[in-house]
Every structure is written in structure tokens, then in C-alpha cells.
């Protein structure tokens, strides 16, 4: 079965690269992505967010990797559609939303397309602007998996700095989502260990993996994505940043980009886009990754609508 995506392509290159985009961005693209209204009030409204700030992420991120390093995608970027479909009312202000508007969708998108080329750029490994183009053009062919309207998408690389501006300057804003996001680390819930009983998880997490562990991992998160915001972005959210913060933000992206030398590229892959990599370096083909059982994957792996008054 052949991939949508060219798996010698530059999405399937740099997509995975966990440690790239997470010691560098931190939680940027997900701040972004709070911070566009229509998509704010969807995860403030028909989500559980609040509870636990953490799933959106970890719940999201597997089907959209197997749409890129699926032999299926097209069935996973139907999948992903099908999901966002309830998604959709007034917000607080009165302002209609709806998941599936295709504003809104390719927002999301363009967000982890632009989150490879921002976080290549400061941990030091900059994409030439050939590369850029090229990646720009895949991007789109990515996105055309979801079956969302193309109306949105900027024609080239060029256009899509103009519309990232854009979007940036005039159209993102303070929302009650990405404020709850800069606070997660007192909000999230305590990790639980699967080998451990639910009366020891009772103490172990909320006594000492929440405040030794989570805690300090997740407000060096917020700190990195505060560091990687554009900078009218952290004035618009009123978010401190010394000239401190500056100068140790740049000797922390120095001592990544000294640790990426040092990783294995295999080793820099989220397990799925490395078991795909591998699988298509050693039979030349692009294996398919089964679908879900709906109900089972909706209960384990989404949050249940529950729209908030």
C-alpha cells in the first residue's frame, strides 16, 4: 500500500522529531492553537480540559502521526474529521463556533507545519528556504488527507508567511483557554503508574510524582513556550519575559542543539514515526496502522463532549 505522504519527503523527515520541537517550543503550538477563538471555545466548552489540560495533547497527537506515517491516512484523516464534527455552538461572546470551518481547522494545522521550521530554527539546525517551500508544498498535500475545504490554504510558502502574520497580528487573542494552559502545572492531575495499585497511585502521585516530577517538567514547559512565542504575542497575554529569561533561554537552546549532535537520529523519533521509518527503510513500503474500534477509542483516547454552561 503507498503512502499519500512521500515517506522520502521532508514531513516524514522532521515531523517525529520529539526532542526538537519540545526542548525548543515547549507547548507553543498548542498555545497557539488556544488562542484562535473559534478553536478556543470548542476546548473550553465541549471538552475536559480544565480538569485535565494534558489529554487534548496526548490524546491528539497519534491519529494526526498516522495520518502522516500511515499507508492509510486517508481513512485516519477521516477518522480526525468524523471526530470534530459535534464540535460546534456559541462561545460566551456570542460568536458562533464550529470545529470543521475550515479557518479554524487549518489553523491547527498550520500549527505543526510552522512548529517544525521554528523549532529547527532555534535549536540551531535552520531549514534553507528551498526547503521551506518544499515542506510548505507537502504540508499542503498533509492537510488535503483531512477532506476539509482547500479554501484557506495559502497557494505557496510566501503566502503562508503572509497569512501566519496574518493570523498572529490580527486574529489571535487572550482567550480562557490558553490562560488555563500557563497554569497547568497546578491544575493538571497527578500521574499515575500502571504498577502501582490505586491506593499506592493515591499517595505516590499527588505526594511525589506530582511536585518532584510533573510539576517542575511541565513549568519548564510553559517557561520554553513563553521563550518561543512570537514577542506581541507575549505582550497581548501580558506574559513576563526579562532580559534574564532571554539570555538563559539562548544558552538552553545552545545546549540542545549540542545535545541533538549527541542523540541518534532514531533515537529523536516518537515511537510510532520510528517504527514507520524503519519499517519503510527495511521493505520499502508504508504500512498501514489499524484503525481503532470507535467506541473503544472514544473512550479511551478523546474527551467526552460535555458542553459547559
Known sequence: MSAPLNPDGL??????????????NGLREAMLQNMHPELAAGVEL?????EDPMARGQRSLPPIMSVVYAGNALDWGKLIRGFHGPIKGVDRFGRPY??????????????????????????????????KQALYLESIDWYRLYGVSMKPVPPDWDAFQQYWEHMVNNVLEDTRTVREGFRMHRSAPAPKSRRLSDRANAVVGPYLLKPLVQTPLIRLMLWLTVGALPPVLRERLCLDWTASDELRYRAHLKAVHGLLLA???????????????????????????????????????????????
Open 11 to 24: 514531513i516524514w523527515k522532521h515531523f517525529g522529531q520529539h526532542p526538537v520541537h519540545r526542548l525548543s
Open 98 to 131: 464550529s470545529a470543521l470551518n475550515p479557518d479554524t481547522f487549518y489553523w491547527a494545522h498550520a500549527t505543526f507545519f510552522e512548529d517544525i521550521i521554528t523549532g529547527r530554527e532555534l535549536t540551531g539546525f535552520p531549514l534553507s528556504e528551498a526547503d
Open 263 to 309: 542523540i541518534p537520529d532514531e533515537r529523536q523519533y516518537l515511537p510510532l514515526a520510528r517504527d514507520a521509518r524503519r519499517h519503510y527503510r527495511d521493505t520499502g513500503t508504508v504500512a498501514p496502522i489499524p484503525l481503532p474500534n470507535i467506541e473503544h477509542h472514544v473512550a479511551t483516547h478523546l474527551e467526552p463532549m460535555t458542553v459547559r454552561p
Open 46 to 50: 465541549q471538552s475536559v480540559f480544565f
